[in-house]
């Protein structure tokens, strides 16, 4: 048998992630319109199938191109314009100012644009994002060629991108319908959280996402202040409140989730709600550590997300990974819990399934879209290596991520990316709006 295939890669290791702590070695995958057609040992590959295409990697990890769970891209611009200060007085002092007087469809599109080309040099693949003006960022994921959801969001109080409620999830609505057949580009409904929207709109955000069949992409249980004064406005923890309005289901992305009781694990539990952690950016706005192991154990669907690079200040979903595991083991005082193995399938295939997209990507299987991440271990600083799930989160980084392939088309080859717009023009945008931003 001789079928054809657009591109064969031969690697050293495979993690699929599915099935479940599983490494390949010396295996190849093979790619053909955009899916994946083949995973095999490298002399049966080569035996099967006539490629137009051949990738050696024979120091490499492939793993699935990662899924960063919650973002803003565009605040790429922001990275660093407020650091050390807490969740509240950051957005009111710093952020909330400066979007009123400068985010714009431009802002967003080159926000976003530098953030994509960041996020695809470090092995993602698809981003879950929330931010204004979604039209504009579309255009700029798409624009990259890299797969993404993008928030419709949703606040009671005016911006200069909305009015109100209503004119929030109209745009956003209008954006939708101009992307709807874009193989790259899904929206979600993307409420910013229980102390910003209101009963009655949070009434017509999910009336919504139950007609279109959308995912909810919602801040949640961020700070313990959250807390207190939902129990002082409403008489309820913020989660409870969700439950009453019937926001709560299989579709619910509940963004940081860092200060839960056992009810809270309970509501997230029974009405199978995801959960977006993101340890760097809670560590950074001192949110506080939540108890990842409680939720693994409950059966939670735990992705990894960075936030926006304001709070972060990267979007890196190696640190992530890391920083995941570690915060885990060191609450928790078990250093069994979230392994390599976990640690990875929260930055791929958790990710992916909280999407509703685990059909289609965040594991290396056939019949899957080729979304592809190769990391190399041939460096001395990666040396030896015994398992190459433990080096990919506890000893390798994005600067070892050579390849990336988005729906087989590639990314990043040889650690340089292959994109639309090139780092000279990526670094002007930067340094436009860093002026206006000073100013």
Not at 12 to 34: C, F, Q, S
Not at 135 to 145: D, L, N, P, R, S
């Amino acid at each position: 048998m001789n079928e054809p295939a657009d591109l064969v890669i031969n690697t050293r290791w495979i993690a699929p992630v599915a099935p479940v702590n599983t490494v390949l070695e010396n295996h190849a995958v093979a790619v053909r319109d955009g899916r994946i057609v083949g995973v095999m040992p490298q002399a049966e590959a080569h035996r099967h199938y006539r490629a137009e295409r051949e990738v050696s990697l024979p120091t490499h990890l492939l793993i699935p191109g990662m899924v960063n769970l919650h973002a803003h891209a565009a605040m790429n611009l922001m990275r660093g314009i407020a650091d050390d200060l807490p969740l509240m007085r950051w957005l009111q002092e710093a952020i909330w100012p400066t979007e009123a007087r400068h985010v714009s469809p431009a802002f967003v599109r080159d926000g976003t644009r530098l953030a994509a080309a960041e996020m695809l040099r470090g092995g993602v693949t698809t981003c879950n994002d929330m931010y204004f003006h979604p039209e504009a960022a579309a255009e700029a994921f798409a624009e990259m060629g890299m797969r993404a959801v993008v928030g419709m969001v949703m606040l009671e109080f005016p911006t200069p991108y909305a009015s109100d409620a209503d004119d929030y999830l109209r745009k956003g609505l209008a954006s939708r319908d101009r992307w709807s057949a874009h193989p790259l580009i899904q929206f979600s409904v993307a409420p910013h959280a229980p102390y910003t929207v209101s009963d009655a709109s949070f009434a017509r955000a999910l009336a919504i996402a139950e007609e279109l069949d959308l995912a909810i992409h919602i801040h949640v249980h961020e700070t313990s202040q959250e807390i207190a004064d939902s129990l002082a406005a409403h008489g309820c923890r913020p989660l409870a409140r969700l439950a009453r309005l019937g926001a709560l289901g299989q579709n619910t992305i509940a963004v940081h989730a860092v200060h839960l009781d056992e009810t809270d694990l309970e509501l997230l539990q029974r009405h199978g709600c995801s959960v977006a952690h993101c340890p760097t950016s809670n560590m950074k706005l001192g949110s506080g550590i939540p108890d990842i192991s409680r939720m693994l154990a409950a059966g939670l669907r735990v992705g990894l997300g960075t936030d926006g690079a304001a709070s972060n200040n990267r979007l890196d979903m190696f640190h992530e990974m890391r920083h995941a595991a570690l915060l885990a083991k060191a609450a928790s005082r078990d250093p069994t819990v979230v392994p390599a193995q976990t640690a990875l399938r929260m930055a791929t295939l958790d990710g992916a399934s909280a999407l509703g997209m685990a059909d289609r990507i965040g594991s290396i299987e056939v019949g899957k879209l080729a979304d592809l991440c190769a990391v190399d271990l041939g460096a001395v600083d990666c040396q030896p290596c015994f398992d190459p799930v433990s080096h990919l989160v506890h000893v390798a980084g994005r600067e070892h991520v050579s390849h990336v392939w988005v729906n087989g088309e590639t990314r990043v080859d040889k650690g340089a990316a292959l994109l639309h717009i090139n780092d000279s023009e990526l670094l002007r945008l930067s340094s436009v709006w860093q002026t206006k931003l000073s100013n």
